[in-house]
């Protein structure tokens, strides 16, 4: 078991890499700690599948480092590296038993017989597999082939870390609820580092403990849920996660804050401060649907909207307008009174957040 590092770590599949583009991951700085049941959650094509390989040594990176624990593992082929990969679709011997499927990588790595039947016992159970340890493996199911992948990956409780890399996409969904509570449990039981690979955010939010999003071959934010909802990092975590995302304006800075479209917006003196300090032109000003307010008559910091459409969505309502030229979207419980068309927003300040060339600017807390 170990702490792995990933130290200005950077790949291109390319052989001469000609710019940032060119770069599946782009130099970044990462660590999984000991025992954490991770997600790694990102949009097709960011690099996450790239970034698991790297772990794993089946991919050797163009720069940077992994390490385990202090230990640099970049020379050590995946066979020494002691970790476990669960892919997308299954690797499974077909000609063999579901029990010899699964006692491979205890056998390969020497383990006694006796620990063997125990082991492959007790994952069995956990997957539901106990009754099909006599089939060949060539005769299951598509899903029942994945679940002794998982069962494969599971299996040896020695493992550095385990790597999942979507491993449920072939599973139909209610069977796919059902092993993301078993992987949880497993998590618990033996305290195993797990990294687990979606574009789900739903999927990463009830497995994981902490998200890892990644966008174009960098991690930009690694969080909890609640902070990935609350504080966003990055605008692409703000568009990202929740559903609709963060409501989000380019803004231009002014003497005493912001100006989104005809919109003159006053900033407290920290992010005042940050926004006078930068030099960049890309400013933008996000908040999400959820703590934006919606009033019938106006007030202090409020500006005039007009209500384009209100969406029922039964216990709440998604409400959109426009605001300093772009789309806006507010997000109302089932209680709260919904204006006519004609209505009054008010940004709480404690939920704006404030991005310079899309980061967040952080103010002291
Ligand atoms: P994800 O798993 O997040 O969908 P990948 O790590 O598979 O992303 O891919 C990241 C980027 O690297 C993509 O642009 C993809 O096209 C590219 N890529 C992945 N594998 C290879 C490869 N073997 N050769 C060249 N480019 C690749
Ligand atoms: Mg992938």
């Known amino acids: 078991m170990a702490q792995i590092t990933l130290k200005a770590l950077a790949h291109s599949y390319s052989p001469n890499p000609s710019g940032p583009e060119d770069y599946a991951i782009r130099e970044m700085e990462h660590v999984w700690h000991q025992g954490g049941a991770y997600a790694l959650l990102g949009p097709s094509g960011c690099g996450k599948s790239t970034l698991l390989n790297i772990i794993s040594g089946l991919l050797t990176p163009s720069d940077g480092q992994v390490l385990f624990d202090d230990q640099v593992m970049n020379e050590l082929a995946p066979e020494e590296r002691n970790i476990a990969q669960v892919f997308q679709f299954p690797v499974v011997y077909d000609t063999m038993t579901v029990y010899d499927n699964l006692a491979f990588p205890l056998r390969n790595v020497g383990t006694s017989e006796a620990k063997v039947r125990e082991r492959v016992a007790e994952v069995a159970d956990v997957l539901e597999l106990t009754s099909l340890l006599k089939r060949k493996a060539r005769n299951l199911t598509a899903d029942e082939k994945q679940k002794v992948s998982m069962g494969r990956g ?21 069977l796919k609820w059902k092993l993301r509570r078993k992987l949880k449990e497993i998590h618990e039981r033996f305290n195993i580092t797990m990294i687990y690979v979606t574009h789900d955010q739903l999927e990463a939010s009830t497995f994981a403990d902490k998200i890892a999003v ?22 692409f975590v703000g568009y990202f996660i929740g559903s609709p995302g963060m409501n989000l304006v380019e803004v231009v800075r002014t003497e005493k804050g912001v100006r989104a479209g005809t919109v003159d917006l006053v900033l407290a003196p920290p992010l005042l401060n940050a926004i006078h300090q930068s030099r960049s032109r890309n400013i933008k000003l996000g908040i999400r649907p959820e703590f934006v307010k919606v009033l019938a008559e106006p007030g202090e910091g409020t500006y005039p909207v007009e209500i384009d459409n209100v969406q029922d969505l039964g216990t709440y309502r998604i409400v959109s307008f426009e605001f300093a030229g772009v789309p806006f979207r ?9 204006p006519e068309r004609k209505a009054y927003i008010r940004f709480p300040e404690a939920w704006l957040s404030l991005y310079i060339d899309e980061f967040r600017v952080e103010v002291g807390q």
């Open 330 to 338: 507010a997000r109302l419980e089932e209680d709260q009174r919904l």
């Open 214 to 235: 990644m966008y174009e071959g960098q991690v930009v934010q690694f969080g909890t849920p609640r902070e990935l909802f609350e504080v966003p990092a990055h605008t």
């Open 154 to 174: 599971l299996v040896r409780d020695d493992v550095a870390a385990i790597l999942f890399d979507e491993p449920l996409t072939v599973i139909d969904p209610q």
